[in-house]
Protein backbone atom coordinates (compact mmCIF):
# COMPACT_ATOMS: atom_id res chain seq x y z
CA UNK A 1 0.00 0.00 0.00
CA UNK A 2 0.66 3.51 -0.67
CA UNK A 3 2.19 6.29 2.03
CA UNK A 4 -1.22 8.08 1.97
CA UNK A 5 -3.03 4.59 3.01
CA UNK A 6 -1.13 4.17 5.64
CA UNK A 7 -1.06 7.65 7.10
CA UNK A 8 -5.21 7.47 6.36
CA UNK A 9 -5.11 4.31 8.32
CA UNK A 10 -3.25 5.54 10.90
CA UNK A 11 -5.16 9.25 11.05
CA UNK A 12 -8.95 7.11 11.32
CA UNK A 13 -7.45 4.86 13.94
CA UNK A 14 -6.70 7.78 16.05
CA UNK A 15 -9.84 9.97 15.36
CA UNK A 16 -12.29 6.77 16.03
CA UNK A 17 -10.27 4.87 18.48
CA UNK A 18 -13.52 2.69 18.94
CA UNK A 19 -14.12 1.82 15.60
CA UNK A 20 -16.97 2.08 13.40
CA UNK A 21 -20.55 0.64 13.38
CA UNK A 22 -21.04 -0.54 10.99
CA UNK A 23 -18.05 -1.60 7.71
CA UNK A 24 -16.94 1.04 4.75
CA UNK A 25 -14.75 1.17 2.42
CA UNK A 26 -12.99 3.79 1.72
CA UNK A 27 -11.00 3.87 -1.59
CA UNK A 28 -8.44 6.93 -2.43
CA UNK A 29 -8.25 7.40 -5.96
CA UNK A 30 -4.87 5.96 -7.20
CA UNK A 31 -3.85 5.58 -3.90
CA UNK A 32 -5.24 2.54 -2.52
CA UNK A 33 -8.77 1.47 0.01
CA UNK A 34 -9.22 1.35 3.65
CA UNK A 35 -11.27 -1.18 5.21
CA UNK A 36 -12.89 0.44 8.76
CA UNK A 37 -15.23 -1.51 10.86
CA UNK A 38 -15.24 -2.28 14.57
CA UNK A 39 -12.35 -3.47 14.95
CA UNK A 40 -10.90 0.00 13.26
CA UNK A 41 -9.45 1.21 10.23
CA UNK A 42 -6.85 -1.19 7.99
CA UNK A 43 -5.42 -0.89 4.40
CA UNK A 44 -6.67 -3.32 2.39
CA UNK A 45 -10.26 -3.96 -0.31
CA UNK A 46 -13.46 -5.77 0.76
CA UNK A 47 -17.09 -5.96 1.20
CA UNK A 48 -18.33 -2.75 3.11
CA UNK A 49 -21.92 -1.47 4.16
CA UNK A 50 -20.88 1.77 2.44
CA UNK A 51 -17.86 2.81 0.00
CA UNK A 52 -16.66 6.07 -0.17
CA UNK A 53 -14.37 7.31 -3.40
CA UNK A 54 -12.13 10.33 -3.50
CA UNK A 55 -8.97 11.57 -4.37
CA UNK A 56 -5.73 11.71 -1.95
CA UNK A 57 -5.87 15.65 -1.62
CA UNK A 58 -10.05 15.33 -0.60
CA UNK A 59 -9.44 12.39 1.40
CA UNK A 60 -6.82 14.11 3.11
CA UNK A 61 -8.60 17.60 3.49
CA UNK A 62 -11.65 16.09 5.22
CA UNK A 63 -9.61 13.90 7.52
CA UNK A 64 -7.43 17.45 8.18
CA UNK A 65 -10.90 19.41 8.84
CA UNK A 66 -10.13 21.51 5.69
CA UNK A 67 -12.48 19.68 3.51
CA UNK A 68 -16.38 19.36 4.93
CA UNK A 69 -17.11 16.06 3.77
CA UNK A 70 -21.15 16.91 3.01
CA UNK A 71 -19.52 19.57 0.60
CA UNK A 72 -17.09 17.59 -1.44
CA UNK A 73 -20.43 15.00 -2.15
CA UNK A 74 -22.33 17.61 -3.10
CA UNK A 75 -19.27 19.30 -5.16
CA UNK A 76 -18.72 15.68 -7.10
CA UNK A 77 -15.14 15.15 -4.84
CA UNK A 78 -16.45 12.19 -3.10
CA UNK A 79 -19.01 9.51 -4.34
CA UNK A 80 -20.86 7.35 -2.07
CA UNK A 81 -21.99 4.19 -2.91
CA UNK A 82 -24.19 1.78 -0.33
CA UNK A 83 -25.41 2.76 3.00
CA UNK A 84 -26.11 6.88 2.96
CA UNK A 85 -26.97 6.75 6.77
CA UNK A 86 -23.50 4.93 7.60
CA UNK A 87 -22.00 7.59 5.35
CA UNK A 88 -23.43 10.22 7.08
CA UNK A 89 -22.48 8.62 10.53
CA UNK A 90 -19.00 8.55 9.12
CA UNK A 91 -18.57 11.87 7.84
CA UNK A 92 -19.69 13.46 11.04
CA UNK A 93 -17.33 11.37 12.92
CA UNK A 94 -14.62 12.70 10.40
CA UNK A 95 -15.94 16.10 10.92
Do not use: C, W
Amino acid sequence: MSNTVDAAVAALNAKMANGFAGSAKIIIKEEGAILLDASGARAGDGDADVTLTASAETFKGILDGNVNPTAAYMMGKLSVDGNMGLAIQLASALS
